[in-house]
């Protein structure tokens, strides 16, 4: 059970949270609990979705956002975010499990991936405080200025997810994943 009340169902949910939701919901064809739970404040779910959205459209593939979310869970020692986006990567971009673990060790068994997964495991580990190597590594891979800034936001997003998660212990609704190395 979280540690504040999740809105049982989108009809529970503040009024102005109650639209976005019904969104996710056409969308995904159910409502995550983090959903609801991040739904409890109508602004912090605008400002989630509306960063998310942004980000949906960028020039970041699919498969390469679903890695940096699992690197940056790891690291982050987040089981519901492990959960959701293992059930992500291998259901809806068809990552393997031998990309998945390699995704939350922070690598990627495809170059160019490995290079924006490992940059954003670090950025993560070091809380943004990255030697100019590292930056040097994920420009050198093929990343333009637009994509590392991409990736920077991705993992900002996603520790803004972990640290909901964490911190106020959304109840998991995916198959249940655990992290191992969590920082």
Known sequence: MSRIPTPATITDAPEKSRGPLEAVHKQLGVVPNMFRLIGASPQTLEGYLGLSGALGKGALPAATRERI??????????????????????????????????????????????????????????????????????????????????????????????????ALKTEIDFPKVNARNAA
């Open 69 to 166: 979310a699992l690197a940056v869970a790891e690291v982050n020692g987040c089981d519901y975010c492990l959960s959701a986006h293992t059930y992500l990567a291998k259901n809806v971009v068809h990552l393997n499990d031998a990309e998945i673990t390699a995704n939350r060790s922070g690598a990627s068994n495809d170059l160019k991936a490995n290079a924006a997964v490992h940059f954003a495991a670090q950025l993560t580990r070091e809380r943004g405080h990255i030697q100019e190597t590292e930056l040097l590594a994920v420009r050198e891979a093929g990343y333009t200025d637009a994509q590392i800034l991409e990736i920077i936001a991705h993992v900002a997003l996603n520790t803004f997810t972990n640290m909901v998660n964490e």
